[in-house]
């Protein structure tokens, strides 16, 4: 047998990779986002004040940043946020957003989806109940469509 | 309204002749069918087979009666029609990946193609070889063109493609015609000159389409937003996400007014506010049929209750005319200025005639403006 047949490590090589005509999305600076403030979404959750807490945690989402720990602070922050809400509160809570603030929860309460702890779906499924009310099919194909995202 | 089934398989693209008696379409296949309106019948009249591949635009040139083609066999065919018969030429558009939408320009001199191969073929007829040239515009696009539409004076494209943009750019063929005047998009317009490009938007751009006047281009965008942009003021697009499923295609009925057409499968109308520059949604333009009944049995809800856990009694039929995506729009009557009729297809292989005076009177909150 010739000698190249032994090593099989070209079958790891990601040819993509090399591939000059492959689509790079475009860098928009993102480093500077850091996601919401967890000292004032803590202080509005312990006032009871949950309305606020909800548009204050929505604010400066980590979109565009490269940094998984900013991602997932602020995701646990979210997910603090929605746990907190007693179910008759959560269709208030929605109708207390934008269409952009509709958009960007759909995109966090996917994003919860993908790891889920002990009760945090359950939770999730009622929000996204009243989300896919409010901003319809559209919201969810945004947050499919979407090549940044929290 | 009237529809019309015409198959059973999804209609690919369609194009109308000049006074819409005649149709050209692909039934999902290689061939066009061409059928021809004798009363409230269709005939099937002809039948063009040259392409390999299936055919994936369509277009049909009313004042010089040609119609062109394109597939994904990375051919276009010119088609004449030679007494009774259409008889095919073959155009050169040295692509490698299949062609996807073609659309004659206004005065009919050049056509465009747009491809996967990630570049729009702009095809002009050269008098001395007898023979289609075609020049490709291949900067600044990364992937597959998915939609055309020229501008009305002959030298702008406007292209919406897989790489999340819409961009208006200059065809101007030496050749064929002369210098442009300076239009609301720009003044220099040297082939393939980018005269615009959209940002903003997520989603591959399924429709486009210039208004009357040119001086807006309208997309449609698969993250289920609408877009309109005005030449002179391009900084300031207005867009508008929507509740419903993406749309794939748009079109202007008038300056301000847009119909667009997606998966949901009904039409629905967008005004333009050019002050504000706001899009806003019209309505939803498809009159449900009265459902014979109302209210169910005791026995039903109890079946329902069985079969699908809930007692609701929406049932999973469609309510609109179209049965599946709406996948092309095509004006009928009256320009994209004031717009009397439009015709979509879908791919549930059915076309649908709309009126826009019906549609109306018929929704009582429904303004074209």
């Known amino acids: 047998m010739s000698k190249n047949t032994v090593s099989d490590r070209f079958r790891k090589v990601d040819v993509d990779e090399y591939d000059e005509n492959k689509f790079v999305d475009e860098e928009e600076g993102g480093e500077n986002q850091l996601g919401p403030d967890e000292a004032e979404v803590d202080s509005l959750i312990r006032q009871g004040n949950l309305m606020g807490a909800l548009q204050a945690v ?22 603090k946020v929605l746990s907190s809400f007693k179910s008759t509160d959560i269709e208030k809570g929605v109708q207390s957003l934008d269409k952009n603030g509709v958009d960007l929860l759909m995109k966090y309460i996917y994003k919860g989806f993908e790891r889920p702890s002990e009760n945090s779906s359950a939770v999730l499924l009622q929000w996204h109940e009243k989300a896919l009310s409010a901003g319809g099919v559209g919201c969810i194909v945004r947050v499919l469509t979407a090549r940044k995202t929290v | 309204m009237s529809y019309h089934s015409f198959l059973l398989e999804p209609i690919s693209c369609h194009a109308w002749n000049k006074d819409r008696t005649q149709i050209a379409l692909c039934p999902n296949n290689h061939e066009v069918h061409i059928y021809k309106k004798d009363g409230s019948n269709w005939n099937k009249i002809h039948v063009l087979k040259e392409h390999n591949g299936q055919v994936t635009g369509i277009d049909w040139a009313p004042e010089s009666n040609r119609i062109v083609t394109c597939g994904t066999d990375r051919n276009a065919y010119v088609w004449t029609l030679k007494g009774d018969a ?23 001199n050049k056509f465009a193609v747009g491809s996967g191969s990630r570049l729009i073929s702009v095809c002009y007829f050269e008098q001395d070889n007898d023979w289609w040239v075609c020049k490709h515009i291949k900067k600044p696009i990364r992937s597959t063109i998915l939609c055309l539409d020229w501008h009305p004076n002959n030298v702008l494209l406007a292209a919406g493609s897989c790489d999340f943009k819409c961009r208006i750019f200059s065809a101007y063929i030496k050749e064929v015609e002369e210098k442009p005047a300076p239009t609301a998009w720009g003044s220099k317009m040297p082939f393939g000159e980018v005269m615009f490009e959209s940002t ?8 486009v389409c210039f208004s009357d006047s040119g001086n807006r281009v309208a ?12 030449g002179g003021k391009t900084a300031v697009c207005a867009s508008l996400t929507s509740e419903t499923l993406p749309l794939l295609c748009v079109t202007f009925i008038t300056e301000n007014s847009l119909v667009a057409a997606g998966h949901d499968c009904y039409p629905v109308l967008f005004v333009y506010d050019s002050n504000k520059a706001a899009l806003s949604f019209g309505g939803k333009l498809d009159i449900p049929k009265q459902s014979a009944q109302k209210g169910m049995s005791a026995r039903e809800r109890f079946q329902n209750l069985d079969k699908k856990a809930t007692t609701d009694s929406k049932e999973a039929v469609l309510e609109s005319v179209h049965k599946n995506s709406i996948s092309q729009l095509s004006i009928l009557n009256g320009g994209k200025a004031q717009c009397a009729k439009f015709c979509t297809t879908g791919m549930d292989g059915g076309m649908t005639i709309w009126d826009v005076k019906t549609l109306e009177s018929a929704m009582k909150d429904l303004k074209i403006v």
């Open chain 1, 58 to 79: 929505l604010k400066n989402p980590p979109i565009n940043t490269k940094n998984q720990n900013v991602k997932d602070r602020a995701e646990g922050l979210v997910l």
């Open chain 2, 86 to 108: 259409w008889k095919p030429t073959l155009v050169i558009l040295r692509i490698n990946r299949a062609a996807r939408c073609v659309k004659w320009s206004p005065k009919e």
């Open chain 2, 200 to 207: 903003g938007t997520a989603g591959w751009v399924h429709g």
């Open chain 2, 219 to 230: 997309w449609a965008s698969h993250d289920s937003t609408v877009a309109v942009a005005e």
